[in-house]
């Protein structure tokens, strides 16, 4: 250290000697000094040292920066709230910020902005879609190879590159996610009674709302080796598919429609209302989201019982929701309403505990029970307060005083290919067929 002041006074030394000699300026001297020690644009002026004004206006000006920089991250979340729609909520959020004299006009700026957009929230009126999706195909190289499963995989899925085409064209022609709760639910009124009501759904102008969902989420009918995910994990915080590439790694990521949709959401905020993302079917006897539930397995049934537990929370507390496609997934309207009921206990018992009671029910293949019938009221009685059929080509909304009856469009392989005007208000088939298919 000794040495080294040495060295740098010997250098100061040297430039003032030849300063003098050449009669250079001040800031040329504080220059040339300030890069002999290092300090080159450290200080005003490149002073040599810091002065006691020099170090208070420093001080001052790092508060300030610092001020600001908290001040934009309050900004940015705002903003991150408004972009979900949360208006309400980022103004309430603004009103509690202190505000200084140079952060007023922008904060009151912000206000008023998001004030106008909530204000300018319109009534929709017309249809609310539904597009139901299968288990999605990422490799269609090793799912179209032309084996005994290659003909199943073709007409009844479609593939990760599809839906993601799907999606971008849905967000494109002005789609917006919304809640099956947003559309009709039920309310209590001055004088107790509840009904269920059509609801008034505000969306900023021009956009229309959309439901997806994915059914019979159990990956029972895959191969593993395939090229499809075969079951739903929870990593770091949020659900991914298993999948296992060409070289036999298993891999963790965006290989099926939850991730997929998750990943969307994040990159186009505005895609969601509120944060909503879809709807998961699972029914129960062939397992749940590629676990097992038989007692028979043994602890494995326990392992598997608290992993779909996990997945199902992680589900829920990201804006996904959870419906009942029967223990079976048998079709309802050819069971009398003992079968009807067994089943649904069955699905309450062994799978409801696990994923969360559901007001929700798929009616698996589209076979719904009768409007009025005993099997109805089992329904009813169950709990259920969305029944949703299956209908291709068409958008059915009826909201009746105990529950609410709608229609899935069912996207597959099959209607992509031969069925493309079933899609044509909401993405060209012909853009986001796969070319491996």
């Not at 903003?79 to 904060?107: C, H, S, V, W």
């Not at 939850?258 to 944060?275: A, Q």
């Not at 062939?286 to 199902?312: H, K, P």
Request: glycine share 8%.
């Amino acid at each position: 250290m000794k040495h080294r002041f040495a060295r740098t006074r010997a250098a100061v030394t040297c430039v003032i000697a030849a300063v003098i000699l050449t009669g250079c300026s001040r800031s040329a001297i504080n220059y040339q000094i300030a890069e002999s020690i290092g300090t080159v644009g450290l200080y005003e002026n490149n002073e040599p040292v810091e002065s006691p004004q020099m170090k208070a206006d420093r001080e001052q000006r790092e508060i300030a920066e610092s001020e600001e920089t908290a001040f934009q991250e309050q900004l940015d979340t705002a903003q991150e709230m408004a972009d979900g729609y949360f208006y309400e909520e980022a103004i309430k959020y603004l009103e509690q910020i202190e505000p200084m004299e140079n952060t007023r006009e922008r904060l009151t700026e912000m206000i008023d902005t998001y004030n106008s957009a909530l204000e300018g929230l319109t009534v929709y009126e017309g249809d609310v879609a539904h597009l139901c999706f299968p288990i999605l195909i990422e490799d269609s190289g090793r799912a179209f190879d032309g084996d005994d499963y290659s003909y199943n995989y073709a007409g009844t899925m479609i593939t990760t590159k599809e839906f993601k085409g799907i999606l971008q064209s849905l967000y494109d022609n002005g789609y917006i996610l919304v809640d099956i709760a947003d559309v009709a639910a039920k309310t209590t009124d001055e004088r107790g009674i509840t009904i269920m009501e059509k609801c008034e759904l505000k969306l900023p102008p021009g956009k229309k709302p959309v439901i997806i969902s994915q059914d019979n989420l159990n990956y029972s009918s895959i191969r593993n080796g395939d090229g499809i995910a075969t079951a739903l994990v929870v990593e770091d915080g949020m659900v991914k598919a298993r999948y296992t590439d060409e070289e036999g790694h298993d891999l963790n990521g965006d290989y099926d429609l939850v991730p997929i949709l998750d990943t969307f959401v994040r990159e186009h905020p505005d895609f969601s209302w509120r944060g909503t993302k879809g709807i998961v079917s699972v029914s129960g006897s062939e397992g749940v989201f590629g676990y097992n539930l038989e007692s028979t397995l043994g602890n494995n049934a326990s392992q598997n019982r608290d992993t779909v537990s996990q997945i199902a929370q992680t589900l829920v507390s990201d804006g996904w929701k959870i419906a009942c496609a029967g223990y079976n997934h048998a079709y309802m309207n050819e069971m009398t309403t003992q079968q009807l009921e067994s089943d649904i206990d069955d699905w309450q018992k062994e799978v409801g505990e696990l994923t969360g009671s559901t007001n929700i029910l798929f009616y698996p293949y589209g076979g719904e029970v009768a409007y009025p019938s005993e099997q109805l009221t089992c329904l009813l009685d169950k709990g259920f307060e969305y029944l949703c059929g299956l209908w291709t080509d068409q958008d059915f909304l009826e909201v009746n005083e105990d529950y609410t009856r709608q229609t899935r469009r069912f996207v597959d392989g099959y209607t992509l290919e031969y069925a493309p005007n079933y899609f044509t208000s909401f993405f060209s088939a012909a853009s986001v067929l796969d070319p491996d298919r």
